[in-house]
């Protein structure tokens, strides 16, 4: 048996409205202060996020380069003059092997076996020599010059760039002629 629908301007239906009203009411209470919570949970989240020292967005447009320690001119030139003989150190054995085979017919271990030691490391000297002042150059300007650089474009990348291209391009006043060199004394 279905219960008999309350006239809603009874005394019982006036009753029932009033306590579906005092229902309704507390829980918008509870829910307004479930909002009040999450409010606040989310202002102590974004004051840690603030306190941070970056922001993934600051470091994606490079915005904390500038707060990188930079190096003199100096320290760089030594950093690269360190680095590019050490890398033409690894390489030049293997170079040379490669400009032998480029010019013959010979593969890789019978160029190897043709050379020898004394063949594979011939004009090693030279280019190890040579390599001390392109490396410095190169890291020195590119370095100063993305340093200069760096607020100059709206574009991060561009300035970088710029730096490298420019770093090449000083650097191969001594690259040039210690590849000429070494690939003939090869």
């Not at 280019?127 to 020195?140: C, D, K, L, T, V």
Request: hydrophobic content about 40%.
């Amino acid at each position: 048996m279905e219960p008999m629908p309350i006239d809603p301007l009874s005394v019982d239906g006036l009753v029932q409205r009033h306590e579906n009203r005092q229902l309704l009411l507390q829980r918008l209470g509870t829910v307004r202060q479930q909002i009040k919570n999450l409010e606040k949970e989310v202002a102590d989240i974004e004051r840690t996020v603030q306190g941070l020292p970056y922001s993934p967005a600051s470091t994606a447009l490079g915005e904390h380069a500038s707060k990188q320690q930079t190096y003199s001119i100096f320290v760089n030139a030594a950093a690269g003059g360190l680095a590019l003989p050490l890398a033409v150190g690894i390489m030049h054995p293997l170079d040379t092997v490669r400009t032998i085979m480029q010019s013959g017919e010979q593969g890789f271990s019978q160029t190897l076996q043709s050379l020898g030691v004394r063949g594979i490391c011939r004009g090693f000297g030279l280019s190890f020599a040579w390599s001390i002042p392109q490396g410095g150059i190169r890291f020195a300007i590119y370095e100063e010059s993305k340093e200069l650089l760096s607020n100059k474009f709206d574009v991060k990348p561009l300035g970088v760039a710029i730096s490298a291209v420019a770093a090449d391009f000083a650097s191969s006043v001594i690259k040039v002629p210690r590849e000429l060199i070494t690939q003939r004394m090869q």
